[in-house]
């Protein structure tokens, strides 16, 4: 950070960098739920096309098993998804907000930083 910078504005741009580290680790985490609802939306498809006597198996782990009720599994699966994607929802209003307060301590800090600048020119 510049020496001759107010400590208060010093302090608001460590803020506005934590705001941006929140704001990248919130749109990584809605990223990776995205991939995931079309991993499971892909699974549904598949399941659903596939014939009832077919065999399906689901891995736990290191283990594949046969599932017995592909009925359940799909409405495991469904549930699975629609819980990502009120997840992703939650991450975006989360997301808006940090955005939001960013913009503003952004503009306080262009505030403070200019009469800090017109102060120094006035004073020298």
Do not use: C, F, H, W
């Not at 499971?40 to 046969?66: D, R, W």
């Amino acid at each position: 950070m510049e020496p001759n910078l107010s400590q208060y504005i010093q302090n608001q741009i460590r803020q506005a960098q934590q705001l941006e580290a929140q704001i990248e680790q919130v749109a990584n985490q809605k990223y990776q739920l995205d991939m995931r609802i079309k991993e499971l939306e892909k699974t549904l498809k598949e399941l659903e096309a596939i014939k009832e006597e077919t065999p399906v198996y689901k891995s736990v782990g290191n283990i594949l098993y046969q599932v017995e009720d592909k009925k359940k599994l799909l409405d495991d699966l469904s549930e699975q998804k629609e819980l990502s994607e009120i997840r992703i929802k939650t991450l975006e209003k989360q997301q808006k907000t940090l955005e939001e307060k960013y913009k503003e301590l952004e503009t306080i800090l262009q505030q403070k930083y200019e009469e800090e600048t017109r102060r120094r020119g006035s004073s020298q």
